[in-house]
Nanobody, 125 residues
């Protein structure tokens, strides 16, 4: 059974940090992405990384504050979020893709085959 399980969300204050985790099981993915969705807004791309290597690709809105990494032995990808701001408040999802196209394509939610249930991040001012 394919499963993507996010964890690590919570309530923090502006300027704080959080690290989200996404554990993948049941299927081999080539590409893993993070997205977020705030109430009343569309799902927004955050970043993408390949299991095979290479640098992550990020949305401009979070560059310099968020960092993706992976642990292939644990089948887990991470999203380190620093200098969090109230506008970062959202439900954060990880997603897996079995394909291996040019990485900027994976800023689109439609490129992914499986999604986790999401983990809530709330940043108070």
């Amino acid at each position: 059974q394919v499963q993507l399980e996010e964890s690590g969300g919570g309530l923090v204050q502006a300027g704080d940090s959080l690290r989200l985790s996404c554990a993948a099981s049941g299927r081999t993915f080539s590409t893993m992405g993070w997205f977020r969705q705030a109430p009343g807004k569309e799902r927004e791309f955050v970043g993408v990384i390949r299991w095979s290597g290479g640098s992550p690709y990020y949305a401009d809105s979070i560059k310099g504050r968020f960092t993706m990494s992976r642990d292939n032995a644990k089948n887990t990808v991470y999203l380190q979020m620093n200098s969090l701001q109230p506008e970062d408040t959202a439900l954060y999802y990880c997603a897996g893709a079995r394909t291996n196209y040019a990485i900027p394509h994976y800023s689109s939610p439609g490129m992914y085959d499986y999604w986790g249930q999401g983990t809530q991040v709330t940043v108070s001012s």
